[in-house]
């Protein structure tokens, strides 16, 4: 656990928790169970998780607001309400998650390569600007344990597909091609004006080499997950 403020609590949790994916074709009552316990060991009113679909669209979760888990599809988990957890679960996908001290909001973002290429990081940031008054130079950024660039290979396609890839790529060998998917990232929130040294990355473990955590590549396609969570106490 990692308590970056007085009034906020930022946890990026491992294979520990024991956690797969939510899939809505199967009762995913055990699951919810283990959400629970997670719940009681924070000591939070509410943790709130989308089905996460890799795209761009946003939940804002308001006091009233009582949510099952998964109930709605999306990316992006924004609240200003204190008690109400945001959660994102990965196994190599980039967990990015946002805190405004000034405020008070915070976001949660599941960034997927094809997320991040769509822009959900940028959406998250432009939605805590418009909807929440927020100043990039206030935000605190926090990126979760993914898939890095020392084991994300990807086909050279892949690269050209990236706007700015000649500054992401790292040219291995003559045929082998790494993704910086957290630098990529970071040169998008840089891009909205947030500061680099509030971008903290040393929760940025790589899932794929570290196997304290899961990874969708390493384990070939299991449903394991890990969670990450962010609150306002
Ligand atoms: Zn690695």
Not at 51 to 80: M, P, R, W
Not at 81 to 108: Q, S
Not at 187 to 212: A, F, R, W, Y
Request: proline letters at 3%; glycine letters at 6%; charged letters at 20%.
């Amino acid at each position: 656990m990692l308590s970056a403020h007085p009034e906020l609590v930022v946890y990026f949790g491992d294979k520990g928790d024991q956690l797969i994916n939510y899939d809505p074709k199967v009762v995913a009552s055990q699951l919810f169970a283990k959400l629970d316990l997670l719940k009681q060991k924070f000591g939070v009113g509410r943790l709130v998780l989308l089905d996460q679909v890799h795209g761009t669209c946003a939940h804002v979760i308001s006091k009233s607001e009582t949510q099952k888990y998964f109930s709605k599809q999306g990316d992006i988990l924004v609240t200003n309400v204190r008690d109400t957890a945001l959660g994102i679960m990965t196994a190599d996908c980039l967990p990015v998650m946002l805190y405004d001290p000034v405020r008070r909001v915070i976001a949660a973002v599941h960034a997927g390569w094809k997320g991040s290429i769509s822009g959900v990081t940028t959406a998250a940031v432009k939605l805590l600007k418009s909807k929440f008054h927020s100043r990039a130079e206030d935000l605190k950024v926090f990126l979760g344990p993914c898939a890095c660039v020392c084991c994300y290979e990807v086909s050279k396609d892949f690269m050209q597909v990236l706007e700015s890839w000649k500054s992401i790529r790292i040219f291995v060998s003559p045929r082998r091609y790494f993704f910086n998917h957290p630098l990529y990232v970071t040169e998008k929130l840089v891009s909205e004006g947030i500061l680099l040294e509030s971008i903290k990355t040393n929760t940025n473990h790589c899932t794929i080499c570290d196997s304290n955590f899961h990874s969708h590549r390493r384990s070939r396609g299991s449903p394991d997950r890990q969670i990450s969570v962010i609150f306002l106490r």
